[in-house]
Nanobody
């Protein structure tokens, strides 16, 4: 059974930093994408950053050059380092992961099948 547990959220002043962690158990890091989403009050959930099984990263324009996604395969943990935080970064942050599936000899990934419970990040001015 795959479980995702986030930690590291909290309150910080604008310009500060936080590092989110997501411990993922029962999951093979080498097969599909993992990432971080966020949802602010009254807004749709949005993709913040993702990392492929090859280590290729991607970021939303709003967080480029401020956030860094990384993973530690030995610790089964996904991270999101958030620097120069802005008030508009306030949201609940979720880690998510694809589900690897196989059909005969064909392997594919079901997008964002697994989700954590979320961790609140509040940035004040």
């Amino acid at each position: 059974q795959v479980q995702l547990v986030e930690s590291g959220g909290g309150s910080v002043q604008a310009g500060g930093s936080l590092k989110l962690s997501c411990r993922i158990s029962g999951y093979d890091f080498s097969r599909c994408e993992m990432g971080w989403y966020r949802q602010a009050p009254g807004r749709a959930r949005e993709l913040v950053s993702k990392i492929s099984s090859d280590g290729i990263t991607d970021y939303a324009d709003s967080v480029k050059d401020r956030f860094t996604i990384s993973q530690d395969n030995y610790k089964n943990t996904l991270y999101l380092q958030m620097n120069t935080l802005k008030t508009e970064d306030t949201a609940v942050y979720y880690c998510a992961a694809d589900r690897a599936r196989r059909s005969g000899s064909y392997e594919y990934c079901v997008k964002w099948e697994y989700w954590g419970q979320g961790t609140q990040v509040t940035v004040s001015s």
